[in-house]
């Protein structure tokens, strides 16, 4: 699955995303308090977490609120 970053950026308060500077969007979340660097080709990065269940929690919550923002979609080749 990849990531429409553009709307992600629009979209998802606490987004920063600058493709210049870098090609993935950094997303700070509050509850996990982790930070989410975000790539197009759906790939991620996650710090901050202090536990194992941190990182799933983070991914799960991410991965609904790009769902309900439609910014996911099929990767082409």
């Known amino acids: 699955i990849c990531v429409d970053l553009e709307r992600a950026a629009l979209t998802l308060e606490n987004s920063m995303y600058g493709p210049e500077q870098f090609p993935g969007l950094i997303h700070k979340m509050d509850e996990p308090k982790v930070v989410l660097?975000?790539?197009?080709?759906?790939?991620?990065?996650?710090?901050?977490?202090k536990r194992e269940e941190e990182v799933y929690e983070?991914?799960?919550?991410?991965?609904?609120?790009?769902?309900?923002?439609?910014?996911?979609?099929p990767c082409t080749m």
Request: glycine fraction near 10%; proline fraction near 0%.
């Open 58 to 73: 983070a991914v799960t919550r991410i991965y609904e609120k790009l769902k309900g923002i439609r910014a996911l979609r």
């Open 37 to 49: 660097l975000i790539f197009s080709s759906g790939k991620m990065v996650i710090t901050g977490a």
